[in-house]
């Protein structure tokens, strides 16, 4: 079995984005460009991945770090030729050299797979794509047996070769032996001045090594990123993607241009997603759960059945069957909400496991607290769970109830089955099965003059 390098270029500056941040670390769904070419690259067995940096490139490695397996750096762009020179000294003898770039971001896994299966010791691979407008790209240039017989860079064709509609996308594999041999061969004579890589079709041509093209299934695969025009049209392509995907897997979505993931999204069947909800990082839906408009969901998991109404926020969370949650909901870190709990309107819960059919309906803050089965937590309830200095636990036993307005000074317990009157400031462990209130008393005044206004 021949080992796999596949090696990444990305030492672009990328002048046309405007940017101080390296190219390739921009994001695509969340993500590093570069990272999307890595996880692709990753999807092949053992590869070893070898990314050429430049530009930015102690910012670049320290944003990937262990995603890539080598990061070496070309000191000056010298062409995209001398880039793989660069990374020539960490290709393996006897290996399949796959070359990819790190501005290219959604090249898929089976077109990298398909690439490597043209090598052999008498045949490389070359990606190449037909485009309506060809403007810009380096020429795929046939014989006329309809062999590929060289690539001419835009700069450097004429009239005649201009005209080809067939081009190059610059992704090429090849076994490492004819890379070693051939990249010392090409020279910079060029309109452009530059080491091409291209240059090596020409040359497996003379050593009567066949050149196979491969197409990828998908235009936006072979896509670069130069400006942020372009990036946003890829991250649309992408999310296009995804979305078509949920569908077809059994999820509604109110507008399939509105959806955006960020992430792994892992769904069941029967969900409605309706307009601009976002999903990041890893989140798995159960079944018939129904999102309403403008939710985001980071890093959770939500059962099935779930109510989630507009405009909640949901992270870092757990959330059990049939729950209904929001509009206006904010589920922050470490909330486990039980089956069948309900959290309302600026709700907003931290560090709260919340029993088996609780309510928390409007307006409250329960944070570092555990809560029973069959709570009722009333409207402005606040858990003061920190004393500028610690945080502190608030417990609520089973089937009690906290009145509107209370305020539960952590550390501290309410016990089962008991009560909280409204407006309480409670500072001390309830009773069981008693009521617990701490307010001033009402006092009615009679013959209270109202004021007057002064003149
Ligand atoms: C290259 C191809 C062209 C192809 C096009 C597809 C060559 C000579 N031409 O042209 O046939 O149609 O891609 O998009 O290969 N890079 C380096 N170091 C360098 C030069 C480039 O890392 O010294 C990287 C860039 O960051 C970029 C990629 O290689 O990610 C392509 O380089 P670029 O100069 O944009 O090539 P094109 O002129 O677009
Ligand atoms: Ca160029």
Redo the contacts with the bound molecule.
């Keep these: 079995m021949q080992t796999i390098d596949i090696i990444i270029?990305?030492?672009?500056?990328?002048t046309r984005m405007q940017s101080k941040l390296p190219?390739?670390l921009h994001s695509l769904a969340g993500e590093p460009l570069l990272s999307h070419v890595l996880g692709a690259a990753k999807t092949v067995h053992n590869a070893k991945t070898i990314v050429?940096?430049?530009?930015g490139a102690e910012q670049v490695e320290s944003t990937i770090g262990n995603a890539a397996d080598v990061f070496v750096t070309?000191p000056?762009?010298?062409?995209?030729?001398?880039?793989v020179q660069?990374a020539l000294p960490h290709v393996r003898e006897n290996s399949k050299v796959l070359i990819l770039?790190?501005?290219?971001p959604l090249i898929a896994p089976q077109t990298i797979s398909k690439m490597l299966d043209t090598v052999t010791d008498n045949q490389m691979g070359l990606l190449t794509v037909t485009l309506d407008n060809p403007s810009?790209?380096?020429?795929i240039i046939r014989d006329t047996d309809d062999n590929i017989s060289a690539?001419i860079?835009?700069k450097d064709a004429t009239k005649d070769q201009l005209r080809v509609n067939e081009?190059?996308?610059?992704v090429m594999a090849l076994n490492s032996q004819q890379l070693m041999s051939w990249l010392p061969q090409i020279d910079n004579n060029n309109a452009?001045g530059?080491?091409?890589?291209?240059?090596l079709i020409a040359i497996a041509r003379a050593a009567s090594i066949r050149v196979q093209s491969i197409q990828p299934n998908s235009p936006s695969e072979?896509e670069?990123v130069?400006n942020r025009v372009q990036l946003s049209q890829l991250e649309r392509a992408y999310q296009r993607d995804k979305a078509k995907q949920l569908m077809e897997s059994g999820t509604s979505l109110a507008d399939p241009e509105r959806f955006d993931q960020r992430g792994e999204l892992t769904v069941g069947t029967d969900n409605f997603i309706d307009i601009n909800c976002i999903f990041e990082g890893d989140v798995t839906l159960g079944s018939n759960v129904h999102i309403g408009p403008n939710c985001q969901i980071i890093n959770s998991t939500i059962g099935d059945g779930v109510e989630i109404k507009a405009n909640t926020i949901i992270e870092d969370s757990v959330v059990g069957d049939n729950a209904i949650l929001g509009p206006f909901a904010r589920l922050r870190p470490g909330t486990e909400l039980a089956d069948n709990t309900k959290i309302g309107n600026f709700v907003e819960t931290k560090k709260a496991k919340v029993g088996k059919g609780s309510k928390i309906n409007h307006l409250s803050y329960v944070g570092d607290a555990e809560l029973g089965a069959g709570v009722n937590v009333g409207a402005g309830t606040i858990t003061c769970n920190y004393d500028g200095a610690n945080k502190f636990k608030t417990t609520i036993g089973d089937n009690s109830f906290v009145g509107s307005n209370s305020t539960l000074v952590a550390p501290v317990k309410v016990a089962d089955n008991s009560f909280v009157g409204a407006g309480s400031t409670i500072t001390k462990d309830t009773e069981e099965n008693s009521l617990a209130i701490s307010r001033a008393k009402q006092r009615n005044i009679e013959g209270w003059q109202r004021p007057t206004k002064k003149n």
Aim: contains cysteine.
């Design positions: 270029l990305a030492a672009g500056k990328g190219k390739v050429v940096t430049g530009f070309q000056e762009q010298l062409g995209t030729g001398h880039a660069c770039y790190g501005d290219v810009g790209y380096g020429r690539i860079e835009q081009v190059n996308t610059g452009q530059e080491y091409y890589l291209t240059d072979v670069g130069n």
